[in-house]
């Protein structure tokens, strides 16, 4: 049984883990596009996030700079204390496990 329970823990996590990354990446991009930690970019966050049904307050996220110019690098830093499901694993484990992701991308909004 706790085998079983680990695969399937497993499996959420690393679900979990994809997600994070795609968004930071997703993110960055947005970022990227309109220079900086803008209104549409905080939109995009929250929309993936939700839609993935990640509890938004266990993610933690920096975006920095606020305002970027052409060829500023943009970092996006995301953080997310994972709940375990599983009372065996968790028992074993520990029942939160943080995650991480981390998107750098270069600003290419032109000031005009």
């Known amino acids: 049984m706790t085998v079983l329970f680990s695969i399937l823990e497993t499996g959420l996590l690393l679900n979990d883990k994809m997600v994070l990354t795609s968004t930071a990446r997703e993110v960055a991009r947005v970022c990227a596009v309109e220079g ?26 920096n975006i920095s700079p606020g305002q970027a110019i052409y060829g500023t690098t943009i970092t996006v830093d995301l953080g997310y204390s994972y709940q375990v499901k599983s ?5 074993i484990m520990g029942y939160t496990i943080g995650l991480t992701a981390k998107a750098v991308t270069r600003s290419e909004l032109v000031p005009r």
Do not use: K
């Not at 930690?37 to 933690?60: C, I, K, Y």
């Not at 009372?87 to 028992?91: A, E, N």
């Open 36 to 61: 900086g930690r803008t209104a549409n970019a905080l939109a995009r966050l929250n929309e993936l996030l939700a839609s993935a049904g990640m509890d938004m307050s266990l993610v933690t996220a």
């Open 87 to 91: 009372p065996v694993i968790g028992s």
